[in-house]
């Protein structure tokens, strides 16, 4: 009987990568986000947008409207067997545990944003895919948090805005919006299991709030 | 490198997309994280859904991050002469499978090293195409691939016991 052949170095390498999958709730997430954007069209270019909000490095203004507004998190829509997936497997708690967790996770990644501006207005013209009007929290309004920043992301599956705050003394905060559906209202204020991070849940005017920030 | 990925093949492209960011990363959570940040940005940008755009924001995302955070180290390359040959060892024997030590290894290679290994070994690029995706001279390419196969050389010839008559990577 031949032996079989020595492998190669590419063999290995292949099977050390094949065998490596982006786990299946995180897939489900970013295919529900291709379903419920519009179909690409060719582009001429695959360099980034023209407008360059990178952060300058300064606190942006004080501006808590323009906080709420620019940050606005986007839920879009939900793909249809995940939302039935959830209403028939996930108990509220278990929900805000997970929404809380991913907050939390987002939170600590401590990622750059996309926009930097203090401006609500101008940051809402830049963030387009929004679909709801933003809300001027009044839970948030006297806290004198100041606006750096929004990015995309994702809740749940998702597509969703983060704003980068920060408080008085430069600490950090995490907000999230989103349009508010019947998964998420109802939701406890104070999940657990968080990773040491104060997280609130609420919803105001029909929006969900998210905020993570330290204790 | 200009296929054009029907909805069916969403997944593939996906899973593809999450392999190239762990050749970057090491690391499947930031791996993960990186492929979102890629994809957010890329159907925000209304860019086709397609391999060469996915692994070019990838590549950018990954890189323009680690320039922030500073942990870009700058190593000296060494000049190769001839670029056809410098993928040659990855049909060369290996006995990272016996050993169990590949992801040891792979831990060793900077990012850019282990990055065109993989393009090379796993997605089956050339030296030129590598060059052409990276926009990194072909020089700087075969310099990459030829400091990650002496990286992994040492791993094997560190640990397994001498075989006679043996070419090994």
Known sequence: MKPSRQPTLRDDLRRHYGKKKLEDARLSQLLAMADVVEEPTPSSTDSEPAEDLRPSGGVGQRVWMAVLASAALVALLVVPWMRSSWQSQVSTEQLASRVAEEIAMNHSKGLDVEYATGDLAELRRHMHKLDFALVDSQRLREQGLTLVGGRYCSIQGRLAAQLSLQTADGDAVTLYQTALIDDLAGLPEHPEGTRGLRIELWNEEGVFFGLARSP | ?169
């Open chain 2, 1 to 169: 490198m200009t296929e054009v990925v029907q909805d069916a093949q969403l997944e593939e492209l996906l899973q593809r997309g999450f392999r190239y960011a762990l050749s970057l990363t090491h690391d499947e959570d930031r791996a993960a994280d990186l492929l979102q940040d890629a994809w957010i940005s890329m159907l925000r940008r209304g860019a086709p859904r397609h391999v060469g755009y996915l692994f070019a924001t990838l590549r950018n995302r990954f890189f323009d991050l680690e320039k922030r955070r500073r942990l870009v180290a700058i190593e000296p390359l060494d000049a190769v002469s001839e670029h056809d040959d410098a993928l040659a060892f990855l049909d060369q024997a290996s006995h990272f499978a016996e050993m169990g030590t590949l992801e040891k290894a792979l831990e060793d290679l900077r990012p850019a090293e282990r990055e065109a290994l993989f393009l090379a070994a796993v997605e089956g690029y050339t030296v030129r195409e590598i060059a052409d995706m990276t926009e990194q001279p072909k020089g700087t390419v075969s310099s990459l691939v030829q400091r990650a196969r002496r990286k992994l050389k040492s791993w094997l010839g560190a640990d397994r016991p001498a075989q006679d008559g043996e070419a090994s990577a």
